[in-house]
């Protein structure tokens, strides 16, 4: 049978205690006779087809043995072990608590407390175990073997005993019937403007006569007027094939995909002819005029022999986080969170592994990197947590650097088994699979209200489209958007060829400018201030661009001077350094620069500051290298106001009349014939 990505990661087993001691506490022959046959069932009596140890075998074997000498406190600890084995953790503690209770003393190195402060972790008993693994390290003799992970338990019961009585806000909702069905689905992710969710489901098949299950990619869309989700629908068959297809992540414009694939049982193709580098894989798709196109093997150096998985693309597709599974000598996987960057030439860099203040020598698994850039929450196995794998949110300094992880608490987080969260954009709104009752069954998709203080950064929804001023076109025009603050740019990259469209995240209290550039057309500026946006969740932008033979005027919209002076901001530069580069590329043309005011306070007072900040910026252009003869400057004054005087003198509204004044005080330029 084929694996399933899903199931990759198992639970991690203590190290259980190994019996070769004589004599044994009984005297009774037979009760001695069952129990050394119990001992060696479980590999006697192996499943013949698969290898398994036949562990419950063993069990029965044991409890003859009990029967026979109910003081057997050695039989107690081998059906304990075995129990463990078999995932009967409540049993396996009756079982370290009735050796213990027949003979305190028999472990001197105190390890019974060891393994049943373990079981009582697992099954969330967190005072019980707290008291036991105390019992353990107050013991002269402990193992030092076992100290190191006893300290961690501690650590854990503790946070346990404290996590549940002060539990956080948890209501979590199914995600309805247009997503869940009978069949298990997981592995969510969303498109940043929250239209559109991804995700996985495991559906029965058969293959070459044989009963079999597989996982393919299904899509939502979310229906505002009804606040339901719509029928989930199958992705194209080029994306999904006759084999697994599983953990996937959209981009921010849900233009792309990046997702895991696995070899089959030959090794050589993986389903629908995804070549790969050995283990399992990340292929991507992009939507190209509207179609997905065939996925291919990840360009670059992400993937290896070992098995990369589970990956989280940043909201502008330039970042990559996933879970790589290095072997070690001994045979043990463990699993870590890397990061990729894409490069220049469209392939992706060689992976780093996060530091260890994010992984740990357990396994770390379902990282997201949530829009703001700055924020992954991700399960692990080896932080402190409540048991099984935890849900953990860390957050990145200026300086690139991760913090300690947070847990997300209880109960987010339980005994059992958490991972695959999903953030929203704006922060509030997390989505996750679980088994829990009064599901459509097996694994269904919830979402649910994410307390305050585990919120990343507020993000917008912000969409510009690009297309030609006169024909309405679209146009495939390269964007440049810079973080006024800091000059940082978070996004750089060509407009969508189909809808002229590029879509991201911005987060709030920042100010940005865009640029806009495309061949046969004068650039296009603007910004926009999201310091000051209220209840809103998204930012559309038109772009116009003029053709390069245009008499039109065009607003120099990122030029900034302070009130009443003509010195460039430093913040101007951006926009500036950008019109001298399409100088130099067209050394033909020749422009005016012109100055423009409101028709506030004294007319030539006007026309005096209008020049000088026209000739602030030709002074410029001119240090950038821009020859003098195809330069002229000219202020304007307020004659040439975009919003008249006598329209604005009929605004009743303070704010209306001041957006008015600003849009007339602008720096321009015209084409010369």
């Given at each position: ?12 087993l ?5 019996f ?6 009984s005297s ?15 590999m006697?009596?192996r ?13 029965l ?21 075995f ?10 503690a009756f079982?370290y608590?009735?050796?213990?209770q027949?003979d ?19 099954i ?10 105390s019992?353990f390290l ?25 996590a549940v ?17 009978a ?7 969303l ?5 559109q ?21 299904y899509?939502?869309?979310?229906d505002?007027?009804s ?5 989930s ?27 895991v694939?696995?070899t089959?049982p ?32 990840l ?9 990369e ?22 045979g ?18 060689e ?9 740990t ?20 196995r ?14 990145k ?22 991972n ?8 509030d709104?997390?989505?996750?699979a ?15 209200e994410?307390?305050?203080a ?7 929804y ?5 297309f ?17 603050s ?6 750089d990259?060509?407009?969508d060829?189909?809808d ?19 061949p ?40 900034f001077?302070d ?11 951006i ?18 620069l ?13 026309m005096v500051?209008?020049e ?7 002074d410029f252009l ?15 004054g307020?004659s040439q ?5 006598a ?8 704010a ?5 004044h ?11 014939p």
């Amino acid at each position: 049978m084929r694996f399933l990505l899903s199931l990759f990661f198992t639970i991690l087993l203590f190290q259980l205690p190994v019996f070769a001691q004589f004599p044994y506490s009984s005297s009774s022959k037979k009760a001695i006779k069952l129990f050394e046959k119990g001992q060696k069932a479980p590999m006697e009596l192996r499943n013949p087809q698969t290898g398994a140890p036949n562990y419950q075998e063993g069990i029965l074997l044991l409890n003859a043995a009990i029967d026979k000498d109910p003081n057997f406190w050695e039989a107690y600890l081998l059906k304990a072990e075995f129990l463990e084995y078999q995932r009967k953790y409540a049993d396996a503690a009756f079982c370290y608590k009735k050796a213990l209770q027949i003979d305190p003393t028999h472990s001197i190195s105190g390890s019974t407390h060891f393994y049943l402060a373990a079981c009582q972790l697992t099954i969330g008993e967190y005072n019980d175990a707290l008291q036991t693994i105390s019992i353990f390290l107050n013991n002269p003799n402990a193992n030092e073997k076992l100290q190191a992970q006893a300290y961690q338990m501690r650590a854990c019961a503790e946070f346990s005993v404290a996590a549940v009585n002060n539990p956080q806000p948890f209501e979590p909702k199914n995600a309805g019937e247009g997503i869940n069905t009978a069949f298990p689905e997981y592995y969510p992710t969303l498109t940043v403007d929250g239209q559109q969710l991804l995700f996985t489901r495991r559906l029965p098949t058969i293959q070459e006569g044989i009963k079999d299950e597989q996982e393919d990619f299904y899509v939502s869309n979310y229906d505002a007027q009804s606040g339901q989700w719509s029928l989930s629908s199958p992705m194209p068959k080029n994306i999904n094939t006759s084999w697994n297809e599983g953990a996937p992540t959209i981009s921010g414009d849900g233009k792309t995909i990046i997702f895991v694939a696995c070899t089959d049982p030959s090794g050589v193709n993986y389903g629908g002819n995804r070549t790969g580098k050995g283990s399992c894989d990340l292929f991507i798709t992009r939507k190209e005029n509207g179609r997905w196109t065939t996925p291919v093997n990840l360009p670059g150096a992400v993937n290896t022999s070992n098995w990369e998985t589970q990956p989280s693309l940043s909201a502008d597709g330039r970042t990559l986080y996933f879970i790589r599974a290095v072997r070690s000598k001994e045979g043990r996987a463990n699993s870590d969170i890397y990061v990729s960057y894409l490069l220049d030439n469209g392939t992706w860099s060689e992976a780093e592994r996060l530091s260890n203040v994010v992984n740990t020598s357990s396994n770390e698994e379902s990282v997201q990197i949530h829009p703001d850039g700055n924020t992954l929450y991700f399960a692990s196995r080896g932080h402190i947590g409540l048991g099984g794998s935890d849900l953990f949110v860390s957050r990145k300094d200026a300086k690139g650097n991760w913090s300690k992880p947070t847990n997300l608490g209880y109960p987010i987080n339980t005994r059992f088994d958490e991972n695959s969260l999903l953030v929203s954009a704006l922060g509030d709104i997390a989505f996750f699979a679980s088994d829990r009752q009064g599901g459509f069954g097996g694994l269904d998709i919830y979402w649910f209200e994410l307390p305050k203080a585990l919120q990343a950064v507020q993000t917008f929804y912000f969409e510009g489209t690009a297309f030609d001023a006169v024909s309405k076109n679209k146009l495939a025009a390269h964007v440049t958007l810079t973080d006024l603050s800091n000059g940082q740019n978070v996004f750089d990259g060509a407009a969508d060829s189909f809808d002229g469209k590029i879509t991201l995240p911005l987060p709030i209290n920042r100010s940005y400018a865009v640029l806009v550039n495309h061949p046969g057309y004068l650039p296009f500026s603007l910004n926009f201030d999201f310091t000051k946006l209220e209840n809103a969740q998204s930012y559309m932008l038109d772009m116009p661009l003029n053709p390069m033979n245009s008499v039109a005027e065009n607003i120099l919209n990122n030029v900034f001077f302070d009130l009443g002076k003509a010195t460039l901001r430093p913040e101007s530069q951006i926009e500036l350094r950008n019109l001298s580069n399409y100088l130099k590329k067209n050394p033909k043309l020749k422009i005016e620069l012109q100055g423009h005011t409101d028709s506030q306070g004294d007319a030539a007072k006007n026309m005096v500051l209008s020049e000088a900040r026209a000739k602030a910026v030709y002074d410029f252009l001119l240090l950038e290298g821009i020859e003098a003869a195809r330069l002229s400057f000219k202020g304007y004054g307020s004659s040439q106001a975009i919003i008249s005087a006598a329209a604005i003198a009929n605004m009743t509204s303070a704010a209306e009349i001041a957006a008015a004044h600003q849009k007339n005080r602008r720096t321009s330029y015209k084409i010369l014939p």
